[in-house]
């Protein structure tokens, strides 16, 4: 072919248009890996020892995770007292709804027996069941401005139906979040002897410290024709009212529990522990569940047998998966990359 | 020169060829004018065909159509020639709308015209005398008169009077814009215009339902997000695209151009320049507007352009400016006159004008415009009159686009859509219902519910419902505000994920170096982005034999003169030592300029040695005739330039040779003329007026004193307008047409050559009907096609030339494969059936023990009986159980190929052709022709041909129109769901490849028309294997997942939230946050699809090839079908589940909150949603592993920017997840659980039901591994 940087290229050039000499500003397909999709790669397959021992894997990694998590289970100690129905007088239990709108006291005892040693701190929860905090209505129903700014006070727009009062001047915290904080009280004693409950540090950190604002203050809460739960102190900013940021971290579910408060003593087995409580809060109208809860916890959080059975039942499932496959695999080999199983080798007189 | 004594008396008129409106003469097929007719016209053509058929007048007109004939025509002293051609554009005179004669000979029939009137001219005595001529021509002036009266609202053009002509007339200046927005309308017309996609609607509809009040599910900017955004880049692309059509047009209008101002030729900018002005344009200067040319530095009024912009042929084209003009430019005189032109139109091929000059009167066609755009070259400069300018130009009105195609896969993709709707509808039926329901339940306690206040309580508004409407009205809203939630389960970015995947494919495809053809530096184009997956589901393939399966550079191998065959003995290794003998002998008597080829021709030494003899003889003069023809009866220019050394090897001798260059639009006449050189018969010169040709040395001026009519065609036109009574030479007859038979048996290409003497009454009768016909406006060609019948009869035959096409490189190899593939190749040919038949077997399309069909009837009768016969010994069902047939065909098909050939994956020997019931056992080859396709395609015989076509392996068609190869890739498209493929190189083919599902051009020798029209161009057929097998086969696999894919991803996320939704009390609460729900689809997950649809690939291209059969999967839809989508539906439903209730379960009666869980949601199904696609990645490259995990790693990112915003609920959430165990052991839980079905379905199908692509795979990775290192190399080198 005609050197394309021979001095007679003039003559050469003439002589040859159909020359296929490269150019020198050629279409040509600069070469690279990349370009022809060549670039070194891992190709997995799944190999018979790839597949067993992905299964095996899973479960040699499952297998004691869920045994473990079950032994965390249960170790947790946990007693719950459901009140709701027993904690309103036998004559009013016909409309409870009127007797908690009652300005009544409503004082309740009630008395836990402790099944296992409870080592400290014991974490106290009120429990609500059907209670849909994750409602859409509910969740928006709040000003994160207005918590966290004390100039924000009126920007109360996403509050509603529970923004102003009469007046049309704010409510501090505002929304329907804040309106239904909850309000039973639980008191401890055992032998007589009054239980301290912390109900210091219940909250998330960053909650208190960079959420709700330390010169925010309550106003006009609770101000409204109806009361929809507890008050707050107005001398208390909010960055103190742990109760109320426990309860603005709305529940996923509509069964939640909420931490009350910490009992920072251990507690013996078969101790009776008497609980005086005030059963201010109003489930009657939705026919929600009340349930005092003692718990302790472990790494993996409280009582849940869930997270180990399931960790148990996928890691025998692929223990059971790999010796099958290896069974399948010493009866029935197939060859890997064996032509005589594609398609068009298969014998079709075979069926 | 001789007279015109009788060469060949009238033969047999039986023995004539039946009339063949159809056929198209082999050699000219590539040129045939009316190459591509549009399809809405193509109902129509079949009757007029019939009409022709049948009426006798009108046949010979159309045979003239379908070749060219020159006519040779001299005065008794004053010598004129004329290759006037008969400028016949179309086949049959059917009406065709002008943009649909795409590809007119440009030169052939643009002379015509001009030589005409210059023939008037010379006939009367001098050859430059324009009084003359005008007298002549003013006596027909009348007659013109009317024909333009016909012509409605022509164009009135006042030469260099730009004042006058656009006075009346409001015609645009030159002034261009193809951009489409100022800065003023830019935004209100870009977002008209993007708002036309559906999936914008779409997203406007979602983000307009959210503003509303009582809907307002998510913040109501973020829910504007996803639509601002895409919205935004688009409107960046498309403002910067228009900033540079903006430069682009200001660079264009502000270029300059020589226009006669005063005059004066001065410099003027472009856009300033106006229909009616003077425009001077110096060599290789492009041309700025469309104009009529008045004179060029050529004496005789010849330019030559370039049009490479505007059809992308490279070669050069002669314009030629009227002599009357001419002459005036010359003696520098202002021209003035008036131009009556028609109306703007786009059709680059054909200008209708006359023009009136000082009272004469004289046509003008497209031989006499020049276009812009064009460049002029080999031309000291022109001077032309603009007609059409600015946007009126006809480049400018050919600048749109040809419609898009939609992928098959697409529209099964839509199907597949419409089941996610219903799924989307059932969701928010279901919510609604409950909303309902729980509100009916519900009612009386509306208020008192802390979650849930129908009243306002306190403030103003005391009493007044918040936010309720009712319990109807609730219901609804409930079911609109589940739509907002739930709208990514209808993948709308997987329209735009699948553009940017089909970019990045193309991209690799374009890329690809063995589909780079060096020879024409032309790489692969994609030139329609829709459609790449359907080349990996092609079973039909349509392909044009010349330019396509052969090179298209034609060379002269046999000639039979006056009966005699000669070029048998031609033998190659001393083909360029002829051809030097034959110039040093040639030139050295006489001592001029030698001749030198850039092409070496082989010569006969046998005819070469006949030609030295004396003129005498009837065959030494049908010889001299011959190459006459050969070398004046063309549209061939040639192009002289002076070389030093015209050749390495005889430098000294070539000093100062002259090299001369053919260029011409058909390589058949090229070749031809090339011959002849070789022979002795050089063309060096062609003017409008006069031919030289350099006989041995001797300089022959044409016309000289004789009359004569040369012409050259396909032998079925040729030879029926033969003199019929010359019995004498009925065996020059009958020995030309066994060597055209023995041509066309060994794939040559012929054409006969015959002549007629006219005498000067023929002449004058013929000239007077000729000048009246060219100078009408209207019906100008069928007019044309009359005349021309007139004189083209009675001819003698001389004799016939054979041309041999060379077969591509690497096509009977490529064919090999497709067939091996399962895909039907079928050969749609203008050639003859022996020149298609003896083609097919090189190519290896036929085989020796194929059975042919051959079907080429007369009549639909015929034809219904051939076709019949045909169906009832092979067996073949009729169409009532045709689909059964089909599906028993296929099957059948599929056995036959598991023969093993030469593969070595068939180790198992099997001969189960045996077993196939005895009808199938042979295999059949069906050889049609177009005369037949007439009947079969316009008649009930259709489904008969479709049954029959169907069962043979081979179908070839020959003699097919461009309209029959479109109808029969619309008979398989039509009664089939196969994909069909159409490839092809001419504008002949341009309505087959836009009638198919993908079609594929050729960027060959004949130019660009078919490249224009196609989807992808390549520049050699046998690229469409690794097109097909390689390129196909990936996209197709690549989309398939990528669909499902897009299915699955989409749906998971929005079933989970469904879950959710159902224990919220149905209040289509999202736990996740609001950026997080639109970054899910937009940030979190889109990259890895994206990377994993352009870059994954399952097999290597070496295994693809080397077992074609592996296409079989496109063919049986395994990457996309029904039962694959329900599969990953079902298996969507799974993950969903477990995605919701593992954390539900885990963190049942805790104190966990809503955006924790929300956030654990987010990771996990992002988390998940990449494992799943990492676990089907069948090619991990670092780029891969990059967009998997860097999107959990950007997920995890963003998740902890949104989670340190104090002013957001979800405040310090993800802090708080991380320190717990239980959420990694819940994340951990998630993703094994929800994928360990799926993986137990893949290692199950893998084990025993194993798809040939897994064997394939498997063995070319197992293969490989202990020779990693050795295989590299080779894998770069093949």
């Known amino acids: 072919m005609m050197n394309s940087n021979a001095p007679s290229s003039s003559s050469g050039a003439a002589a040859s248009t159909d020359s296929s000499a490269p150019r020198r500003n050629s279409k040509r397909p600069k070469y690279s890996r990349f370009t022809q999709q060549e670039l070194p790669a891992c190709k997995p397959i799944l190999t018979p020892r790839w597949v067993i021992s992905a299964f095996m894997l899973v479960s040699i990694v499952f297998i004691p995770i869920g045994v473990a998590s079950l032994f965390a289970s249960r170790d947790v100690v946990e007693i719950v007292n459901r009140y709701?129905?027993?904690?309103?007088?036998?004559?009013?239990?016909?409309?409870?709804?009127?007797?908690?709108?009652?300005?009544?006291?409503?004082?309740?005892?009630?008395?836990?027996?402790?099944?296992?040693?409870?080592?400290?701190?014991?974490?106290?929860?009120?429990?609500?069941?059907?209670?849909?905090?994750?409602?859409?209505?509910?969740?928006?129903?709040?000003?994160?401005?207005?918590?966290?700014?004390?100039?924000?006070?009126?920007?109360?727009?996403?509050?509603?139906?529970?923004?102003?009062?009469?007046?049309?001047?704010?409510?501090?915290?505002?929304?329907?979040?804040?309106?239904?904080?909850?309000?039973?009280?639980?008191?401890?004693?055992?032998?007589?002897?009054?239980?301290?409950?912390?109900?210091?540090?219940?909250?998330?950190?960053?909650?208190?410290?960079?959420?709700?604002?330390?010169d925010v203050y309550p106003k006009n809460f609770q101000n409204g024709a109806i009361r929809g739960g507890a008050n707050l102190t107005t001398s208390i900013a909010l960055s103190e009212q742990e109760d109320l940021i426990v309860w603005m971290r709305t529940a996923a579910l509509p069964t939640f529990r909420k931490l009350y408060g910490k009992i920072e003593v251990d507690l013996q087995e078969n101790e009776i522990i008497e609980v005086t409580l005030q059963n201010n809060y109003n489930t009657y109208s939705f026919n929600g569940k009340k349930k005092l809860v003692l718990s302790t916890t472990t790494w993996l959080g409280g009582k849940n047998d869930f997270l180990g059975i399931a960790y148990l039942t996928v890691g025998g499932l692929c223990f059971f998966l790999a010796m099958a496959f290896t069974i399948v695999y010493l009866v029935k080999p197939r060859r890997l990359g064996d032509p005589s199983y594609l398609s068009w080798n298969r014998n079709p007189g075979g069926h | 020169?001789?007279?015109?004594?009788?060469?060949?008396?009238?033969?047999?008129?039986?023995?004539?060829?039946?009339?063949?409106?159809?056929?198209?003469?082999?050699?000219?097929?590539?040129?045939?004018?009316?190459?591509?007719?549009?399809?809405?016209?193509?109902?129509?053509?079949?009757?007029?065909?019939?009409?022709?058929?049948?009426?006798?007048?009108?046949?010979?007109?159309?045979?003239?159509?379908?070749?060219?004939?020159?006519?040779?025509?001299?005065?008794?002293?004053?010598?004129?020639?004329?290759?006037?051609?008969?400028?016949?554009?179309?086949?049959?005179?059917?009406?065709?709308?002008?943009?649909?004669?795409?590809?007119?000979?440009?030169?052939?029939?643009?002379?015509?015209?001009?030589?005409?009137?210059?023939?008037?001219?010379?006939?009367?005595?001098?050859?430059?005398d324009p009084e003359n001529k005008s007298q002549r021509i003013r006596h027909k002036s009348m007659q013109i008169d009317d024909n333009?009266?016909?012509?409605?609202?022509?164009?009135?053009?006042?030469?260099?009077?730009?004042?006058?002509?656009?006075?009346?007339?409001?015609?645009?200046?030159?002034?261009?814009?193809?951009?489409?927005?100022?800065?003023?309308?830019?935004?209100?017309?870009?977002?008209?215009?993007?708002?036309?996609?559906?999936?914008?609607?779409?997203?406007?509809?979602?983000?307009?339902?959210?503003?509303?009040?009582?809907?307002?599910?998510?913040?109501?900017?973020?829910?504007?997000?996803?639509?601002?955004?895409?919205?935004?880049?688009?409107?960046?692309?498309?403002?910067?695209?228009?900033?540079?059509?903006?430069?682009?047009?200001?660079?264009?209008?502000?270029?300059?151009?020589?226009?006669?101002?005063?005059?004066?030729?001065?410099?003027?900018?472009?856009?300033?320049?106006?229909?009616?002005?003077?425009?001077?344009?110096?060599?290789?200067?492009?041309?700025?507007?469309?104009?009529?040319?008045?004179?060029?530095?050529?004496?005789?009024?010849?330019?030559?352009?370039?049009?490479?912009?505007?059809?992308?042929?490279?070669?050069?084209?002669?314009?030629?400016?009227?002599?009357?003009?001419?002459?005036?430019?010359?003696?520098?005189?202002t021209v003035s006159g008036l131009i009556r032109c028609e109306q703007p139109n786009r059709n680059i091929y054909e200008f209708t004008a006359n023009m009136e000059m000082k009272g004469k009167r004289f046509p003008l066609s497209q031989s006499n415009i020049i276009l812009r755009g064009c460049q002029l070259k080999n031309t000291e400069w022109v001077v032309g009159v603009v007609v059409y300018a600015g946007q009126e130009t006809k480049a400018m009105l050919n600048s749109a686009m040809s419609p898009s195609k939609r992928s098959r896969l697409e529209s099964y993709m839509n199907r597949e859509t419409l089941w996610l709707s219903v799924f989307l509808f059932t969701m928010c039926l279901v919510v609604a219902l409950g909303m309902g329901l729980w509100l009916q339940c519900h009612k009386d306690r509306l208020d008192s519910l802390p979650y849930y206040r129908k009243t306002y309580f306190g403030g103003r508004s005391a009493g007044k419902s918040y936010k309720f409407y009712g319990i109807p009205m609730e219901t609804f809203f409930s079911f609109l505000s589940s739509i907002i939630v739930f709208q990514i389960m209808i993948p709308i970015s997987l329209y735009i994920t699948m553009e940017l995947v089909r970019l990045g494919q193309s991209y690799f495809m374009i890329g690809d170096k063995h589909m780079y053809d060096s020879s024409t530096d032309s790489r692969f184009q994609c030139r329609s982005l829709n459609i790449n997956e359907d080349l990996g589901q092609i079973r039909y393939v349509f392909s044009d034999k010349t330019g396509t399966l052969t090179e298209n550079k034609m060379e002269f191998r046999k000639a039979s003169v006056h009966g005699k065959n000669y070029g048998s003995s031609v033998l190659m290794s001393d083909t360029s030592q002829d051809t030097n003998i034959t110039v040093s002998r040639t030139a050295a008597p006489v001592g001029k300029n030698r001749w030198k080829l850039k092409s070496e021709v082989p010569v006969d030494s046998e005819l070469m040695a006949f030609l030295r003899k004396e003129l005498a003889g009837d065959e030494r003069i049908a010889a001299h005739e011959f190459f006459l023809t050969l070398t004046t009866c063309n549209t061939v220019i040639p192009i002289l330039t002076r070389s030093l050394s015209s050749s390495c090897m005889d430098s000294e001798f070539y000093e100062d040779a002259e090299a001369v260059d053919y260029q011409g639009e058909s390589p058949d006449e090229q070749a031809l003329v090339a011959a002849a050189s070789a022979y002795g018969y050089t063309l060096f010169e062609r003017t409008s007026g006069h031919v030289v040709i350099d006989v041995n040395g001797e300089k022959l001026r044409f016309p000289n004193d004789s009359v004569k009519v040369l012409v050259k065609g396909a032998d079925t036109s040729i030879l029926s307008i033969l003199k019929r009574d010359a019995a004498e030479d009925g065996h020059i007859r009958h020995a030309t047409q066994s060597h055209l038979n023995e041509y066309s048996s060994e794939g040559l290409r012929t054409l006969v050559i015959a002549s007629r003497d006219l005498t000067d009454a023929e002449l004058e009768e013929w000239q007077c009907m000729y000048e009246d016909a060219s100078t009408s406006l209207t019906d100008r060609s069928i007019k044309l096609c009359q005349t021309a019948a007139l004189i083209e009869c009675n001819l003698q035959l001389i004799g016939a030339t054979g041309i041999e096409d060379k077969l591509q490189e690497g096509v009977p190899e490529a064919i090999e494969?497709?067939?091996?593939?399962?895909?039907?190749?079928?050969?749609?040919?203008?050639?003859?059936?022996?020149?298609?038949?003896?083609?097919?077997?090189?190519?290896?399309?036929?085989?020796?023990?194929?059975?042919?069909?051959?079907?080429?009837?007369?009549?639909?009768?015929?034809?219904?009986?051939?076709?019949?016969?045909?169906?009832?010994?092979?067996?073949?069902?009729?169409?009532?159980?045709?689909?059964?047939?089909?599906?028993?065909?296929?099957?059948?098909?599929?056995?036959?190929?598991?023969?093993?050939?030469?593969?070595?994956?068939?180790?198992?020997?099997?001969?189960?052709?045996?077993?196939?019931?005895?009808?199938?056992?042979?295999?059949?080859?069906?050889?049609?022709?177009g005369n037949s396709l007439v009947y079969i395609l316009e008649k009930d015989l259709e489904s008969e041909l479709f049954d029959l076509a169907t069962s043979c392996k081979v179908v070839l068609c020959c003699r097919v129109a461009p309209l029959q190869k479109a109808g029969i890739v619309d008979l398989i498209k039509s009664r089939t769901d196969d994909m069909t493929l159409a490839i092809g190189d001419g504008a002949n083919d341009v309505s087959m490849i836009q009638m198919a599902d993908v079609g594929v051009g050729i960027c060959g020798q004949e130019g660009r028309q078919a490249v224009m029209a196609s989807d992808f161009a390549m520049g050699q057929f046998r690229f469409l294997k690794r097109l097909l097998l390689v390129h196909g086969h990936w996209n197709y696999q690549r989309v398939g997942y990528l669909v499902l894919y897009n299915f699955y991803r989409n749906a998971v996320f929005v079933l989970m939230l469904f879950w959710y939704i159902l224990s919220t009390a149905f209040s289509t609460t999202s736990a996740l946050t609001d950026w997080s729900s639109v970054f899910y689809s937009v940030i979190y997950t889109s990259v890895p699809t994206i990377v994993v649809g352009i870059l994954d690939k399952d097999l290597s291209h070496k295994t693809l090839l080397e077992y074609p059969k592996l296409y079989g999967a496109g063919h049986r839809q395994e990457s996309y079908n029904m039962y694959l989508f329900w599969i990953t539906m079902i298996d969507t439903l799974w993950q969903s589940l477990v995605l919701f209730y593992i954390p539900v379960f885990t963190y049942r009666e805790s104190t966990i909150d809503i955006w924790s869980m929300g956030s654990l949601w987010t990771i996990s199904v992002v988390i998940l949603v990449n494992m799943h696609l990492a676990m089907d990645i069948q090619r991990w490259l670092l780029l891969t592993h990059a967009a998997v995990w860097g999107s959990i790693i950007i997920t995890y990112a963003c998740v902890v920017v949104l989670d340190s915003i104090p002013r957001f609920p979800n405040y310090g959430t993800i802090y708080h997840l991380a320190k717990s165990p239980t959420y990694w052991l819940s994340i951990l839980l998630i993703i094994c659980l929800a994928l360990l079905p799926?993986?137990?379905?893949?290692v199950l199908h893998q084990t025993f039901w194993p798809s040939d692509i897994q064997i394939a795979r498997e063995a070319e990775i197992l293969r490989k591994r202990p020779n990693h290192v050795q295989s590299k190399p080779d894998q770069s080198s093949s």
């Open chain 1, 84 to 214: 709701e129905t027993d904690c309103i007088p036998q004559p009013s239990r016909s409309d409870k709804v009127k007797y908690i709108q009652s300005s009544e006291d409503k004082t309740c005892n009630r008395t836990l027996r402790v099944p296992k040693h409870m080592k400290q701190p014991i974490y106290v929860y009120y429990q609500l069941d059907n209670f849909y905090q994750n409602h859409r209505r509910y969740v928006k129903s709040r000003s994160d401005e207005q918590l966290k700014n004390s100039n924000s006070e009126s920007d109360t727009s996403s509050c509603k139906p529970e923004g102003t009062i009469a007046n049309g001047s704010s409510i501090v915290p505002c929304g329907l979040i804040a309106w239904s904080l909850f309000n039973d009280t639980y008191s401890f004693s055992r032998n007589n002897q009054q239980l301290t409950v912390n109900k210091k540090g219940i909250s998330w950190k960053s909650d208190r410290e960079h959420k709700f604002g330390k």
């Open chain 2, 1 to 128: 020169m001789t007279s015109g004594e009788p060469l060949l008396s009238s033969s047999d008129p039986l023995s004539a060829p039946p009339p063949n409106p159809l056929s198209r003469i082999s050699s000219l097929g590539c040129l045939c004018p009316n190459a591509s007719f549009s399809s809405s016209i193509f109902e129509d053509t079949p009757n007029d065909l019939f009409d022709v058929n049948e009426g006798e007048n009108l046949f010979s007109a159309v045979d003239k159509a379908l070749r060219e004939g020159n006519l040779e025509y001299c005065s008794p002293l004053k010598s004129s020639f004329c290759s006037a051609e008969s400028q016949i554009l179309q086949q049959f005179p059917l009406k065709c709308p002008p943009q649909d004669r795409k590809r007119m000979v440009s030169w052939g029939g643009s002379m015509e015209l001009q030589q005409n009137s210059l023939a008037f001219g010379i006939s009367g005595g001098s050859s430059h």
């Open chain 2, 148 to 333: 333009l009266s016909h012509e409605e609202n022509p164009r009135l053009i006042y030469v260099n009077d730009p004042r006058t002509t656009n006075d009346k007339y409001e015609f645009t200046g030159n002034e261009i814009r193809t951009s489409k927005y100022t800065l003023i309308n830019f935004l209100p017309k870009n977002l008209f215009i993007q708002f036309h996609r559906v999936a914008y609607l779409y997203f406007l509809a979602i983000a307009a339902l959210n503003q509303l009040p009582p809907l307002a599910v998510f913040g109501r900017t973020v829910s504007l997000f996803p639509l601002l955004f895409v919205l935004c880049v688009t409107a960046i692309k498309d403002g910067y695209e228009d900033w540079r059509r903006h430069r682009s047009d200001q660079n264009e209008n502000n270029r300059e151009a020589l226009v006669l101002q005063s005059g004066k030729f001065q410099f003027k900018k472009w856009k300033k320049i106006w229909a009616g002005e003077v425009v001077k344009i110096c060599a290789d200067d492009t041309i700025p507007c469309d104009m009529v040319l008045l004179g060029t530095s050529d004496p005789s009024g010849i330019a030559y352009i370039q049009t490479m912009n505007l059809d992308g042929e490279s070669n050069l084209k002669t314009r030629y400016a009227r002599q009357e003009t001419t002459s005036m430019v010359f003696e520098g005189g």
């Open chain 2, 817 to 929: 494969s497709l067939r091996q593939a399962g895909i039907k190749v079928w050969v749609l040919t203008g050639d003859k059936q022996e020149t298609a038949i003896s083609i097919g077997l090189s190519c290896k399309l036929l085989t020796s023990n194929m059975q042919q069909i051959i079907i080429n009837g007369t009549s639909e009768e015929e034809c219904r009986n051939l076709l019949s016969d045909a169906k009832a010994k092979y067996g073949v069902r009729t169409s009532s159980c045709r689909n059964w047939n089909l599906k028993w065909k296929r099957n059948a098909e599929s056995h036959y190929l598991e023969i093993p050939n030469d593969t070595k994956l068939s180790n198992v020997p099997m001969g189960f052709s045996e077993k196939e019931e005895g009808t199938m056992s042979t295999e059949l080859a069906l050889i049609i022709d």
């Open chain 2, 1238 to 1242: 799926r993986f137990i379905f893949k």
